[in-house]
């Protein structure tokens, strides 16, 4: 999980004003005081780029496996122009577990050319997915995002963060975090820290969260069995087993080989799927107990929140597993890879709930079509549930309960609908909304609501001639996304299987 703390303790004095010279200079230029820096970007038709700002020291050696540190020295000139890499539309998933190098938490920066310091932009903070295994800001160009919130009129500043997997004229007070996938439970997270304490020399690090597919995902401690099993596989793999200090032998061990003992244990790519190797887990300390425990009892930040799903989530989890043939081995696969704190008894008739493939599999509303193997729709439909739809719709349920006072919206997304075998699948909406590949309503729509709630919290404030987005406390309404249109939908599909899993998520932890 990123530490946003650090980020977010460089990012005030990142926020300074520009150096005299900024607008006469060809390269745009930020001068920051602690830790004192010059930031050279680079200039594009109407965006400026700042790519890799340190905002920690290097992870490596003995603070290997450690939290993060802050900087104390100077930093010299940073020449922050590296070419933003290209537009990858889709990450390349045969990087296993991305490889940027060690030396990896610095931060992007993207603002609009025409700002001054006196504009006192919004900030979005983007936090990457990847199952907590892949991914870094390299992957993701958000050039269209920012240009598009110009055209708007709702400039906004654009921030993402590299974390481990492994003077911009904007306003501190005004902070938006923003993740997809883990990037997503890494935002939930983020509110919960701490229990629920966001708030760092006094003030909030941020104002609202947006998370796009994942909240909270229920997780036991650090040091459970499964925790252990992943840690002493990895011991194992780096050689370290014979070591009286493991966690020194993985200190002292060369990038190469500690990246490939990190990476000897299953993927998310592998037939375990989205049973991940790498969780945040609780610690008793930072992150105090499971997610959905802190939720339930109102121990998150106070902000206001959108969360949303695909239809789709668990169609790409399930495309591994094609000699799973019968409902009992389902069964099985859930306790052998995923919930193995959950009762067979709890396993059987989580699964009962999918028991017609037709009209209980996904990719949803597509009849007996799409069945790639005898099991693919119901785990596809199960996986999706259990990770993240049913985790959204226990968080806005808790949320209604226990934080009443704080605004959320909710929506789920179906403008792949249509798509063989993958429907409206698990981050879909990289392509739709944060790329901006398609200029179609989807793209433009979401796009205008999250600007709005980055500028007032409300997505409706600036959104114009698009419809109206009810909150989800009152009737439980989400929005409805499709290609060309939306509607309205009440979440409570699939209702049973929601309810089932409610009361039962404390035995659905990772
Ligand atoms: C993806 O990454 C692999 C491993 O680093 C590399 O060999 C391959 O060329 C990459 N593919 C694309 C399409 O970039
Ligand atoms: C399916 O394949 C996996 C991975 O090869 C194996 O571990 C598992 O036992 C198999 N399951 C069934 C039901 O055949
Ligand atoms: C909720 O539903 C009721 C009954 O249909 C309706 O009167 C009310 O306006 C709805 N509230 C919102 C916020 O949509």
Not at 391 to 420: I, Q
Request: negative net charge; charged residues 20%; hydrophobic residues 40%.
């Amino acid at each position: 999980m990123p530490s946003l703390k650090l980020l977010l303790a460089v990012l005030p004095f990142a926020l300074g004003a520009p150096t005299p010279h900024d607008k006469r200079a060809s390269k745009p230029t930020v001068t920051i005081a602690s830790p004192e820096a010059t930031i050279v970007g680079s200039t594009g038709s109407n965006l400026d780029t700042f790519n890799g700002i340190p905002f920690a020291l290097p992870p490596t050696g003995s603070r290997r496996l450690k939290p993060p540190q802050a900087i104390s020295t100077s930093l010299g000139a940073v020449q922050a122009t590296g070419t933003p890499p290209g537009l990858s539309a889709i990450p390349n998933y045969s990087q296993q577990i991305s490889n940027a190098g060690e030396d990896c938490l610095t931060l992007n920066v993207v603002r609009p050319s025409s700002v001054t310091p006196d504009s006192a932009l919004p900030v979005l903070v983007w936090i990457y997915g990847g199952g907590f295994e892949f991914g870094s800001t390299s992957m993701y160009n958000a050039d269209s995002l920012v240009s598009a919130s110009v055209d708007s009129g709702m400039p906004i500043i654009f921030v993402a963060m590299n974390y481990r997997l492994g003077g911009f004229g904007g306003d501190p007070d005004k902070v938006t975090i923003w993740g997809e996938s883990a990037g997503s439970i890494s935002v939930f997270d983020q509110m919960a820290l701490y229990d629920g304490d966001h708030s760092y020399n006094g003030a909030p690090l941020f104002r609202g969260a947006i998370m796009d597919s994942g909240s909270i995902t229920p997780a036991d401690p650090v040091d459970c069995p499964k925790g252990q099993a992943v840690y002493d596989a990895v011991v194992k793999a780096a050689g370290c087993s014979e070591s009286e200090d493991t966690l020194k032998c993985l200190r002292d061990l060369d990038y190469t080989t500690f990246l490939n003992a990190a990476n000897s244990v299953p993927s998310i790519f592998s037939y375990s799927s989205i049973g991940l190797s790498y969780l945040p887990r609780p610690d008793g300390k930072i992150l105090t107990q499971s997610p959905e425990v802190l939720a339930e009892r109102g121990l998150f930040a106070d902000v206001p929140f959108i969360v949303g799903d695909q239809e789709d989530e668990g169609t790409i989890f399930a495309l591994k597993q094609s000699n799973i043939t019968t409902e009992a081995e389902v069964v099985d696969y859930l306790r052998d890879y995923m919930f193995g704190d959950a009762s067979q008894e709890q396993l059987k008739d989580l699964v009962a709930n999918y028991a017609d493939i037709a009209t209980d599999g996904s990719p949803f509303r597509t009849g007996l079509a799409n069945n790639w193997y005898p099991q693919f729709k119901r785990l596809a439909a199960i996986l999706g549930d259990v990770f993240f739809i049913f985790n959204r719709r226990v968080l806005l349920n808790v949320a209604a309960k226990v934080k009443s006072h704080v605004p959320s919206w909710s929506y789920l997304a179906s403008y792949d609908h249509g798509t063989p075998y993958l429907g409206t699948f698990h981050a879909s909406d990289i392509v739709q909304v944060f790329e901006g590949i398609y200029d179609n309503y989807a793209a433009k729509s979401i796009r205008t609501y999250y600007y709005s709630f980055v500028y007032d919290l409300d997505p409706n404030s600036r959104a114009g001639n698009y419809m109206e987005w009810p909150q989800w406390s009152a009737n439980k309404t989400l929005m409805n996304f499709y290609k060309d249109h939306a509607v309205l939908l009440t979440d409570d599909f699939r209702e049973d299987a929601g309810e089932f899993f409610q009361a039962n998520i404390g035995s659905f932890r990772g």
